[in-house]
Every structure is written in structure tokens, then in C-alpha cells.
Nanobody, 125 residues
Framework: QVQLAESGGALVQPGESLRLSCTGSGRSFPHYAIGWLRQAPGKEREFLAAISWTGGSTYYGDSAKGRFAISRDNNNKMVYLQMNSLKPEDTAVYYC??????????????????WGQGAQVTVSS
């Protein structure tokens, strides 16, 4: 069974960068497409980015385009989310999850599962 755990959350100032890590366990991890999603206070969980199991394909939600980049290292069972030019509205709990249902390219929360516990990112001066 694959398990996912996020790390790297922090308090940063507007304009700074931060890289989140998602550590996977289980032999099947390299075979899953993995996504990053976030939930801001009082808002619904939002899709940010996903990467194919090979790492060769990615797609992004509108909030992540141009500022965030997803990557993965299957040898070390890691998926990363590089976040640049952070804004206060990026403050949220960030989750990684496996794409279990639907096609690669899905942005529907219901298609993701095996959620990690989340990592808090706070952007504030």
C-alpha cells in the first residue's frame, strides 16, 4: 500500500520561494501519477499540479501556472512542488495525493486518494 507524506511547509515572506516534498512509500509508488492540491482557510480544496508516473508529463491548475513546478524522483520516491513568487493568497495546507481514478489530466478532487497529512504554508510579511 502506498503512503504519502508532505514536508517542507514553512512561514515565508511574499515574493519568496519554497519547495515542498512528498515522500512515498510502497513498491507501487513509482507507478502512480501524483498531484499537489491545497486548501486555504474557509475554501474548498484546490487542484494545483500533477505529474505522470514517469515524470515526463505534467499539468497545472490555473493558480499554479507560471509560478509553480512539479517534479519527481522515482529512485528516491519523491515528488516536489517548487513554488516561486509566493503571495499571501498562497497560504494554505498543501497536500500530495495519488491519481487513483480518471484519466491523466483530471483536476477533480474525487479522482485523487491516498492523501498525505498536509503541510502548512504561510505567506506573510
Amino acid at each position: 500500500q502506498v503512503q504519502l507524506a508532505e514536508s517542507g511547509g514553512a512561514l515565508v515572506q511574499p515574493g519568496e520561494s519554497l519547495r515542498l516534498s512528498c515522500t512515498g512509500s510502497g513498491r507501487s509508488f513509482p507507478h502512480y501519477a501524483i498531484g499537489w492540491l491545497r486548501q486555504a482557510p474557509g475554501k474548498e480544496r484546490e487542484f494545483l499540479a500533477a505529474i505522470s508516473w514517469t515524470g515526463g508529463s505534467t499539468y497545472y491548475g490555473d493558480s499554479a501556472k507560471g509560478r509553480f513546478a512539479i517534479s519527481r524522483d522515482n529512485n528516491n520516491k519523491m515528488v516536489y512542488l517548487q513554488m516561486n513568487s509566493l503571495k499571501p493568497e498562497d497560504t494554505a495546507v498543501y497536500y500530495c495525493a495519488a491519481l487513483l481514478n480518471g484519466n491523466f489530466g483530471s483536476r477533480h478532487l474525487r479522482d485523487f486518494g491516498l492523501w498525505g497529512q498536509g503541510a502548512q504554508v504561510t505567506v506573510s510579511s
